[in-house]
């Protein structure tokens, strides 16, 4: 059986708050309720009519632990429907949409919340181990004479030197380089100038601009926070973008050679995405009248050294089964996690030796056209809450082309690690 189009009914996020090296206005569940109260009091059907609620989550907080859970239960969901949350760094939203599309193929559901969230200003700062361990030192201390020695022993270097929660999940384990500077291994394999990468990253937000302007930003559901302050858009986006600007910044993650800098990178961001998933039975029953439809879905892993081509490697295998060339999709979200992992995705596809090598075509497939990818901007302009990018991606894709009355979308993502995420979607005529 081949596979089945699960509808999107509807979906809502957030505006993604820029992080200012301070603990944003919302908590991650406070982000991923408000949007999903939006969405949910607009449906014909009740909270706990849904079959289940499935949470992306790349840094939940202690204390929210199973946060798809909290958030159902929140949003008046009832005891009997189940919530789950699911991780895949960057993917994690996408991941909870394939979830349930999953479940609704399988018939264990037939109308699911599923999206993602983050709140990257609250991830924590944390003790060096070695703080940690004198704590332990200091609590298996018996007596007052053992408590002073062992307090005596205490170097402020530790203490007031916190390891910085972020980059460690930034950071990946098993080759040891962050993401940004993954990100510059792609560059300089590429030959990606810091021009190119500073007119891309204009352009996102120039674009983002424009959005907002046309209206074309409408799945946004303003948030109002404990002071009574609306929160209704995106604030890391910059109508004064420019060249020179961009220039003046220095290279972040390789500070001697590299290219790649705060300007053309996505922002530390919170933010939520939520998407109404409904099997074709669903729709009929509740006389829906969905956005679209997600034909087609694929994972990919590659070298986590070059998890930015991630996109390359998902998307490529749904063209080959569906028979489209890539301008054959009329729109692309590629999430802009950096300017130089969105252009070298572009030249991989151009590059006879990659496809040939890496995905073992005969040649390139092709060179896809600046005007059908990430066409209201993207993560570098909007932001990039890591639980909540791959979700948002969807959503925006099936509103973008219901913008511009085109049929045929795939949206895409890298993921740190090594992987990649891809979903094909249509609208519905």
């Known amino acids: 059986m081949g596979f089945q189009p699960v509808y999107v009914v509807d979906g ?81 939203g996408m991941q909870a949409i394939d979830s349930a599309m999953a479940n609704i193929h399988n018939g264990r559901a037939q109308l699911v919340l599923a999206g993602g969230v983050d709140a990257l200003s609250h991830a924590p700062l944390l003790y060096s181990e070695v703080m940690v361990r004198w704590f332990a030192r200091m609590m298996q201390a018996k007596t007052i004479g053992q408590k002073i020695a062992t307090f005596a022993r205490l170097r402020p270097s530790p203490l007031l030197s916190p390891v910085i929660g972020l980059l460690k999940g930034l950071t990946d384990p098993v080759i040891g380089l962050l993401m940004g500077q993954t990100a510059e291994n792609l560059a300089w394999r590429f030959g990606i100038s810091r021009q190119q990468m500073d007119r891309y990253s204009v352009r996102s937000h120039q674009r983002a601009v424009a959005a907002r302007a046309a209206g074309h930003l409408d799945e946004i559901v303003p948030l109002v926070d404990g002071t009574g302050q609306v929160h209704d858009r995106d604030d890391g986006v910059r109508s004064d973008s420019s060249m020179d600007g961009l220039a003046r910044l220095k290279p972040f993650f390789d500070r001697k050679y590299g290219r790649v800098t705060p300007g053309n990178s996505s922002q530390i961001t919170d933010g939520a995405a939520w998407l109404l998933l409904a099997s074709e039975a669903a729709v009929e029953k509740w006389h829906l009248q969905p956005l679209g439809r997600i034909t087609d879905s694929q994972w990919a892993g590659l070298d986590p050294a070059a998890m930015g081509l991630g996109p390359v490697h998902a998307a490529t295998p749904i063209l080959q089964r569906q028979e489209f060339a890539l301008n054959d999709i009329d729109l692309w979200e590629i999430n802009e996690a950096f300017a130089a992992q969105v252009l070298a995705c572009v030249a991989a596809w151009e590059s006879d030796a990659y496809c040939r090598d890496a995905l073992g075509l005969p040649g390139a497939l092709g060179s896809l056209a600046p005007d059908r990818l990430n066409v209201d901007g993207g993560a570098i302009a909007l932001g990039h809450p890591v639980g909540a990018s791959g979700a948002r991606i969807v959503l925006h894709l099936l509103h973008a082309l219901r913008a511009a009355r085109a049929r045929r979308g795939i949206a895409a993502i890298c993921i740190g690690g090594g992987q990649g995420g891809a979903m094909l979607v249509e609208t519905i005529a």
């Open 12 to 92: 809502a996020r957030t505006p993604f708050l820029k992080g200012r090296n301070a603990p944003g206005p919302f908590a991650a569940s406070d982000l991923a309720v408000q949007a999903g109260r939006a969405l949910l009091i607009r449906q014909p059907f009740a909270a706990s009519d849904l079959d289940e609620v499935i949470l992306g989550c790349a840094s939940p907080s202690p204390d929210e632990i199973n946060i798809g859970r909290v958030v159902a239960l929140r949003l008046g969901c009832g005891h009997q429907v189940p919530a789950w949350t699911v991780m895949r760094n960057c993917a994690s």
